[in-house]
T-cell receptor, first 119, second 115 residues
Framework: AQTVTQSQPEMSVQEAETVTLSCTYDTSESDYYLFWYKQPPSRQMILVIRQEAYKQQNATENRFSVNFQKAAKSFSLKISDSQLGDAAMYFC????????????????FGQGTILTVHP | EPEVTQTPSHQVTQMGQEVILRCVPISNHLYFYWYRQILGQKVEFLVSFYNNEISEKSEIFDDQFSVERPDGSNFTLKIRSTKLEDSAMYFCASQRGPPNTGELFFGEGSRLTVL
């Protein structure tokens, strides 16, 4: 079974600075997808960024980028120029590539990291 | 912007009572999911639903749980006889469909407290 581990329960960053959230995972499969989701307080989870395992290039979305190390099974999220609105719980998640037909949304989540942004 | 909506936001119930959690997925989505998060623990997959039937369910999703899409818009999770350990945040999610990288859209969650 796949597992996802986020070893940082809480992180903090100063506004405009850069922060990196860690995520490791365990799988025996070679093709899969990895995601970072953001959950602001009392709001729904929204997708921040996704990475396909077969792509060597790290995904980027504006101020958000990942460092995907397939051999090390590591998938960290870097947030540059942090803003107050980035404060949230961040979840790392894994999904098999061949999800068995219809479970394209069956995700395995990490424990989450609470990010605090200080003005 | 279309959203997944869930009701109620918080429900308190007595052990042994039936509970129905409701979700309205995004209108053109085809795949529906329930996840739950017990306080302090990971978000866990419960069940996926497509074409009016369950496509996959986890070990958590036992005979006490059921899902249905009664009217083509709502997607409900029923817990027949609640237990203390069912206390959790329940998240509904929907997805437009393939290709593989289709994004999941989550609702804000329904907090269930079983006393």
């Amino acid at each position: 079974a796949q597992t996802v581990t986020q070893s940082q329960p809480e992180m903090s960053v100063q506004e405009a600075e850069t922060v990196t959230l860690s995520c490791t995972y365990d799988t025996s499969e070679s093709d899969y997808y990895l995601f970072w989701y953001k959950q602001p307080p009392s709001r729904q989870m929204i997708l921040v960024i996704r990475q396909e395992a077969y792509k060597q290039q790290n995904a980027t979305e504006n101020r958000f980028s990942v460092n995907f190390q397939k051999a090390a099974k590591s998938f960290s999220l870097k947030i540059s120029d942090s803003q107050l609105g980035d404060a949230a719980m961040y979840f790392c998640a894994y999904r098999r590539s061949n999800a068995g037909g219809t479970s394209y949304g069956k995700l395995t989540f990490g424990q989450g990291t609470i990010l605090t942004v200080h003005p | 912007e279309p959203e997944v909506t869930q009701t109620p936001s918080h429900q308190v119930t007595q052990m042994g009572q039936e509970v129905i959690l409701r979700c309205v997925p995004i209108s053109n989505h085809l795949y529906f999911y329930w996840y739950r998060q017990i306080l302090g623990q990971k978000v866990e997959f419960l069940v996926s639903f497509y074409n009016n039937e369950i496509s996959e369910k986890s070990e958590i999703f036992d005979d006490q749980f059921s899902v249905e899409r009664p009217d083509g818009s709502n997607f409900t999770l029923k817990i027949r006889s609640t237990k203390l350990e069912d206390s959790a945040m329940y998240f509904c999610a929907s997805q437009r469909g393939p290709p593989n990288t289709g994004e999941l859209f989550f609702g804000e969650g329904s907090r269930l407290t079983v006393l």
